[in-house]
């Protein structure tokens, strides 16, 4: 199995889980700053939207987007389980994941690309405006406290342990410290999560400087 991978939340997603899972993977590493996986012929062979992670199986199959290789990886290895061993502790999970990545994750990243990230992936990207920026920015951040209220004081957003869906919402806030962002006023509770999180082993990944 090898990952293809980069900087960012999204493959740091898929390695930490890899780490959690105790699967062994080659690690090819793509520099998304200067645009490698944008000129690559072989990763746009691989997954035509050239953006990473890309997980490549022994058979030459290779599958994209990080939480469902996260997904194919919970069904191949079961466990350590991460996504709920019945259909209700997955639906459980999996309601917390939908929601942060179509709620959050959108706007953050739509947020960062038409901002602070504009230098970057204008070239390559439809981005949105700066003000359209900064209103995605805010409401990312609103959806961020509407989320710690959600976990109070509890230690896990599902199931009583640690899921995808802790995983999901650590490496994004993960992500936003590392482009400057902070924590929104009011998320308390979060800043636990972040820090109980990064006890893990597998948080080591953010660590590595690519
Ligand atoms: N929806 C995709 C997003 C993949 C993505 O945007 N990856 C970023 C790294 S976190 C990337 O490849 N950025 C470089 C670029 O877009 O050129 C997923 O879940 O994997």
């Not at 994209?64 to 997904?71: A, D, L, R």
């Not at 999970?93 to 706007?107: C, I, K, T």
Request: glycine share 8%; with cysteine.
């Amino acid at each position: 199995m090898k990952l293809h991978s980069s900087l960012g939340p999204n493959p740091r997603l898929v390695r930490m889980f890899l780490i959690e899972k105790g699967i062994e993977a080659e690690r090819i590493h793509y520099d998304i700053i200067g645009g490698e996986n944008r000129k690559s012929a072989a990763l746009t062979a691989k997954n035509p939207l050239q953006t990473l992670p890309v997980l490549e199986l022994e058979d030459g199959t290779f599958l994209t987007e990080s939480w469902p290789i996260c997904e194919y990886l919970e069904e191949v290895h079961p466990e350590p389980n991460l996504i709920g061993r019945t259909a209700l502790e997955r639906a459980e999970v999996r309601r917390w994941v939908r929601w942060f990545d179509q709620d959050v994750v959108v706007p953050m990243t739509m947020g960062f690309r038409g901002g602070g990230g504009r230098p970057m992936f204008e070239p390559r990207m439809r981005v949105v405006s700066p003000a359209a920026a900064e209103e995605l920015t805010a409401m990312a951040n609103a959806n961020f406290v509407w989320l710690d209220g959600r976990l109070g004081d509890r230690h896990h957003l599902a199931l009583g342990r640690f899921t995808l869906a802790d995983l999901i919402v650590f490496c994004f806030i993960n992500f936003g410290f590392t482009v400057g962002w902070t924590l929104p006023e009011g998320t308390a509770n979060l800043a636990r999560l972040v820090e109980q999180t990064n006890q893990r082993p597998s948080a080591k990944v953010w660590q590595d400087s690519e």
